[in-house]
């Protein structure tokens, strides 16, 4: 395979990558409204189209693997191998979240859409759309910059994800109403997963821009130094 044709491999992969990463926005976006509505055949539908996204994360790794078999990439196409290697894996995971939702609703949990905590889970919905929405343009136009706005969209996420709790105190006397809430925590569970596989994805956009892999600042990893990184997971002075 001519290096030319190796680029132009590498570039349909990563265009299957962002396009799965529009897929998977249409799905939270489509779950969130059957959520809304207690819809379900929306619902039904957002599992069913969950296969194309899944097709799609298959085709992006047969693709990348078969490029790794047949040629030796330099190191910046490595970068982006690795990147797109890993990106798709959390692209599948988020549309893995969106279905994990979708069966709530095929539950016919007796929530009230007037619920505070439904409310928070609105919010939630647009912050983790918004972060997906951040990690494709910042993949899309190489912005370490961008990637490096994710953790604080994440805390946002993280904070409305706590006030569930304290909602859920609201109904700490009604037997009835706290199954169906505890459900909703749940819920929110996964769209605060859904913003954490945003903020990995960032990661891998930084060590493709950078060369240097970096876990973005978090209660964790606080003020940690970024360290070169190579594919084999070894520090590295240099790639």
């Not at 910046?76 to 279905?99: F, K, P, Q, T, Y």
């Not at 609105?122 to 494709?136: H, K, Q, T």
């Not at 925590?185 to 596989?197: K, S, T």
Request: proline share 4%.
């Amino acid at each position: 395979m001519a290096r030319v044709n190796f680029h132009d491999e590498l570039d349909a992969a990563e265009s299957r990558l962002l396009a799965e990463g529009r897929m998977v926005r249409k799905q939270l976006e489509r779950v969130m409204q059957a959520l809304r509505d207690q819809d379900t055949d929306c619902a039904q539908e957002v599992i069913e189209e969950d296969d194309a996204v899944d097709d799609v994360y298959l085709a992006t790794q047969s693709r990348v693997l078969n490029l790794l078999a047949l040629q030796a990439p330099v190191a910046g196409d490595l970068r982006l191998v690795s990147a797109i290697l890993h990106s798709n894996v959390h692209m599948e995971r988020m549309g893995d979240l969106c279905v994990n939702i979708a069966k709530f609703v095929l539950n016919k949990h007796p929530y009230p859409p007037d619920s505070p905590m439904m409310a928070r889970l609105n919010e939630m919905g647009d912050r983790a759309a918004e972060m997906i929405d951040l990690a494709l343009s910042a993949f899309a136009q190489r912005s370490d910059e961008l990637a490096a706005d994710l953790p604080e969209r994440d805390s946002v996420l993280d904070r409305l994800n706590r006030g569930m709790l304290e909602d859920l105190k609201i109904y700490a006397g009604d037997e009835e109403s706290f199954e169906w809430a505890t459900k909703l925590i749940l819920v929110a569970r996964y769209l605060e997963r859904f913003g954490d596989h945003a903020v990995d994805i960032g990661e891998q956009i930084s060590f493709l821009v950078t060369g240097v892999f970096r876990e973005f600042t978090d209660a964790s990893h606080p003020g940690e130094d970024p360290q070169p990184y190579s594919p084999n997971g070894q520090r590295s002075s240099e790639f």
